[in-house]
């Protein structure tokens, strides 16, 4: 069965600092991978996905990832942190033949001033 | 403008009552989904329809009853509301793709069950 895990439950950082967020999936064909952003007491944005071709993914804010078959990984990185880049970012996969997508456990990040 | 839109935003209520949260997407997705965020914030799919037919109905408690009167509208009732119901729920919308989509979702609803 598909799965998405988030080693990192809770991660800081100084502002200016980069940051990567680690994603592992497990899948058995290419995943379709999928990055969201969710900010105190909103609802999910969607920061970048992979579906195929290249495997460095550039979205929205500045973030981009990298799709590494070889580790089933799609890390989030980010060269300098902003005090506003503060939330919960969830990794997603895309499950099966059902169009559902399974989420990873969240990566609370906290930007230090 | 709003894309995705859920009423109401905070649902306080005492056990044993029933309530429906509605959601609505202007999008023109033809799929519609229902996530349960717990206090972990752990996202989980509960419901999916695509042109008001149901395509993954997790194992959800048969108090939970979705309903899609249209492809636009998506809603979610909920009977014999529990203590164990209190949580966030998301509401979604995406084109379906079977091997999944950029879904777009609403601000939540928090339901809080006392």
């Known amino acids: 069965a598909q799965s998405v895990t988030q080693p990192d439950i809770h991660i800081t950082v100084s502002e200016g600092a980069s940051l990567e967020l680690r994603c592992n999936y497990s899948y058995g064909a290419t995943p379709y991978l999928f990055w969201y952003v969710q900010s105190p007491g909103q609802g999910l944005q969607l920061l970048l996905k992979y579906f195929s071709g290249d495997t460095l993914v550039q979205g929205i804010k500045g973030f981009e990832a990298e799709f590494k078959r070889s580790q089933s990984s799609f890390n989030l990185r980010k060269p300098s942190v902003h005090w506003s880049d503060a939330a919960e970012y969830f990794c997603a996969v895309g499950s099966g033949n059902t169009g559902k997508l399974i989420f990873g456990q969240g990566t609370t990040l906290q930007v230090k001033p | 403008d709003t894309a995705v839109s859920q009423t109401p935003k905070y649902l306080v209520t005492q056990m044993g009552n029933d309530k429906s949260i509605k959601c609505e997407q202007n999008?023109?997705?033809?799929?519609m989904y229902w996530y349960k965020q717990d206090s972990k914030k752990f996202l989980k799919i509960m419901f999916s329809y695509n042109n008001k037919e149901l395509i993954i109905n997790e194992t959800v408690p048969n108090r939970f009853s979705p309903k899609s009167p249209d492809k636009a509208h998506l809603n979610l009732h909920i009977n014999s509301l529990e203590l164990g119901d209190s949580a966030v729920y998301f509401c979604?919308?995406?084109?379906?793709?079977?091997?999944?989509?950029?879904?777009?979702f609403g601000p939540g609803t928090r339901l809080t069950v006392l």
């Open positions: 999008l023109g997705h033809d799929t």
């Open positions: 979604a919308s995406s084109i379906r793709d079977p091997r999944g989509n950029e879904q777009f």
